[in-house]
């Protein structure tokens, strides 16, 4: 090899020994799904649910599909979709052919599987062996059959279940602190997730790898499956805290298969994490809402205070993915040891990168 041509690759080698890789930013354009309407659950066929107050009446529910928005019966609590178009309301499933089955003794239904199985909670219940009744999260099923959740003397809630039944929420002691801290159920097991050191706290949806979203000590969490806390409110805090103010709380309440999460901080500004970074919806779609769900497609089902819902659909680059980026300095002596490898004409390629929603 010619000198001006070994210095000049040698040259080449440092500087990508040197050089950060850029990420693409995401860009949503947004489709307006209905006004005077609060969506709040999204599947991967893009149907929303959620509810509105419709000239004065009641709380009434509804479900907009391929552009139509129709309205169902008025109600209380919340409402959910699957992938097969069932929907968990007003106590009961209700199926696209306008079949309904009765789901067992509850307080409230929340998360639907595609099971037909939804997480929820029942109050004053005794075990047989229990010092006192107590309230559990349960796992309720078409068949009317119910499974209480957590431990005895603890007052537990179920928020979400995905499709293997794994049920997540909050549990809390009620002989020691009242405050609900993030748990896991499955089964008889509980596990308690990392908050990171601080009070409180909820694990509101779960996907199909175990990776749970909701907050800890008022900030954005998301949970790996062994309980380990990734902390999005802190990554918000340090990227926007000038804009946030005084309000640095968050809460995330959607994710994908993909570990992607949408929540709000600031009291009113929506975000997306995805790829170990975190994004302002403002920045990535012009539109100031919140981030209530996203699905498998990427698709985020976004809400503003106005009561507009919109659902952002990915139209420009695609969202970056993390790739293993060592300091600058730390990669220097990488870019000397690859000139010493140029003679033998020998490369090695990292083949270890994060997983599911891990940060860098």
């Known amino acids: 090899m010619g000198t001006a041509r070994f210095l000049s690759t040698a040259l080449l080698?440092?500087?990508?020994?040197?050089?950060?890789p850029v990420h693409a930013t995401p860009h949503y354009t947004a489709t307006v799904v209905g006004e005077g309407i609060y969506g709040v659950r999204m599947n991967n066929h893009g149907q929303v649910v959620g509810f509105t107050y419709p000239q004065g009446r009641d709380d009434q529910f509804f479900v907009a599909s391929s552009g139509k928005l129709g309205y169902?019966?008025?109600?209380?609590?919340?409402?959910?979709?699957?992938?097969?178009?069932?929907?968990?309301?007003?106590?009961?499933?209700?199926?696209?052919?306008?079949?309904?089955?009765?789901?067992?003794?509850?307080?409230?239904?929340?998360?639907?599987?595609?099971?037909?199985?939804?997480?929820?909670?029942?109050?004053?219940?005794?075990?047989p062996g229990a010092r006192r009744p107590t309230d559990y999260a349960t796992l309720l099923r078409p068949d009317g059959s119910v499974s209480l959740l957590g431990w005895d003397d603890y007052l537990s809630f179920g928020w979400d279940v995905n499709d293997t039944g794994m049920v997540v929420g909050?549990?809390?002691?009620?002989?020691?602190?009242?405050?609900?801290?993030?748990?896991?159920?499955?089964?008889?097991?509980?596990?308690?997730?990392?908050?990171?050191?601080?009070?409180?706290?909820?694990?509101?949806?779960?996907n199909n790898a175990g990776y749970a979203a909701?907050?800890?000590?008022?900030?954005?969490?998301?949970?790996?499956?062994?309980?380990?806390?990734?902390?999005?409110?802190?990554?918000?805090?340090?990227?926007?805290?000038?804009?946030?103010?005084?309000?640095?709380?968050?809460?995330?309440?959607?994710?994908?298969?993909?570990?992607?999460?949408?929540?709000?901080?600031?009291?009113?500004m929506g975000f997306l994490y995805s790829g170990g970074e975190v994004y302002d919806l403002p920045g990535i779609s012009d539109l100031d809402a919140w981030g209530m769900d996203i699905n498998d497609h990427h698709q985020i089902l976004a809400q503003t205070l106005v009561g507009v819902s919109y659902i952002l659909n990915p139209g420009g680059p695609a969202v970056a993915q993390p790739v293993p980026e060592p300091a600058p300095y730390a990669m220097f002596p990488a870019g000397l040891a690859a000139i010493a490898m140029l003679g033998r004409r020998k490369g090695r390629r990292d083949r270890h990168g994060p997983g599911i929603g891990e940060p860098l």
């Open 170 to 206: 909050s549990t809390a002691s009620m002989y020691g602190s009242s405050k609900q801290r993030p748990a896991r159920f499955v089964g008889r097991e509980v596990m308690l997730l990392d908050t990171g050191g601080r009070n409180g706290g909820h694990a509101r949806v779960v």
């Open 214 to 268: 909701g907050e800890a000590g008022g900030r954005a969490a998301l949970w790996t499956p062994e309980g380990r806390l990734i902390d999005l409110g802190t990554m918000l805090i340090d990227k926007f805290g000038e804009q946030m103010g005084p309000d640095m709380s968050s809460v995330a309440y959607g994710i994908n298969s993909h570990g992607e999460v949408v929540g709000v901080f600031g009291g009113y």
């Open 13 to 20: 080698a440092l500087l990508c020994g040197t050089a950060a």
């Open 72 to 127: 169902l019966a008025p109600g209380t609590g919340m409402i959910d979709i699957n992938d097969a178009g069932v929907m968990v309301y007003n106590g009961a499933l209700h199926y696209p052919d306008g079949s309904v089955a009765r789901l067992g003794p509850h307080l409230g239904t929340h998360g639907l599987n595609i099971h037909g199985e939804v997480a929820s909670r029942i109050e004053d219940v005794r075990k």
